[in-house]
T-cell receptor
Framework: AQTVTQSQPEMSVQEAETVTLSCTYD???????LFWYKQPPSRQMILVIR??????QNATENRFSVNFQKAAKSFSLKISDSQLGDAAMYFCAYRSLPNAGGTSYGKLTFGQGTILTVHP | NAGVTQTPKFRVLKTGQSMTLLCAQDMNHEYMYWYRQDPGMGLRLIHYSVGEGTTAKGEVPDGYNVSRLKKQNFLLGLESAAPSQTSVYFC??????????????FGPGTRLTVT
């Protein structure tokens, strides 16, 4: 079974600064997908960025980028030029590819979450 | 296009009562999931479905049942609610893998309190 660990329960950053959220995972699979989801106070889960394990290039979406270290099983999220609207809970999540036995039809395994506070 | 919707948004139950949470999606997704979110534990999978008429257990299925009689709907039932089922419940759906779109789309959540 896969596990995802976010070791930072809370992080804070000044507006316009850069912050990095950590995520590590454990798996024996070679192909999989990794995601960062944002959950603002509204509770809505919003996809921030995704990374395919077979791609060596780190994913980037505007101010959000990841540092994907497959051998180290690490998947950190960097937020540049932080904005007040970035304040939220952030979840790292792992998704397996489907397997022949049908035991993994794409369920997500989540980390515990990191609460990000942005100070003006 | 409403995406994924959940009914109700809030509910308070007494121990032993039953209820059904409804999830509906209008994206023609094959896969649907029910998760629960508890403080410090992230989201955990309760049950999931890979198509109309099929369901399977996730990590924490005890005390819950599900049904998927129509492709667009996925129901989560609590037959006899317990305080340990106080949580926020999320429904999610996704395309099949061959679509090349791998993310799950989430509903707004249901906050359930069992007293």
């Amino acid at each position: 079974a896969q596990t995802v660990t976010q070791s930072q329960p809370e992080m804070s950053v000044q507006e316009a600064e850069t912050v990095t959220l950590s995520c590590t995972y454990d798996t024996s699979e070679s192909d999989y997908y990794l995601f960062w989801y944002k959950q603002p106070p509204s509770r809505q889960m919003i996809l921030v960025i995704r990374q395919e394990a077979y791609k060596q290039q780190n994913a980037t979406e505007n101010r959000f980028s990841v540092n994907f270290q497959k051998a180290a099983k690490s998947f950190s999220l960097k937020i540049s030029d932080s904005q007040l609207g970035d304040a939220a809970m952030y979840f790292c999540a792992y998704r397996s590819l489907p397997n022949a036995g049908g035991t993994s039809y794409g369920k997500l395994t989540f980390g515990q979450g990191t609460i990000l506070t942005v100070h003006p | 296009n409403a995406g994924v919707t959940q009914t109700p948004k809030f509910r308070v139950l007494k121990t032993g009562q039953s209820m059904t949470l409804l999830c509906a999606q209008d994206m023609n997704h094959e896969y649907m999931y029910w998760y629960r979110q508890d403080p410090g534990m992230g989201l955990r999978l309760i049950h999931y479905s890979v198509g109309e008429g099929t369901t399977a257990k996730g990590e924490v299925p005890d005390g819950y049942n599900v049904s998927r009689l129509k492709k667009q709907n996925f129901l989560l039932g609590l037959e006899s609610a317990a305080p340990s089922q106080t949580s926020v419940y999320f429904c999610a759906s996704s395309y099949v893998w061959t679509s090349g779109i791998y993310e799950q789309y989430f509903g707004p959540g249901t906050r359930l309190t069992v007293t």
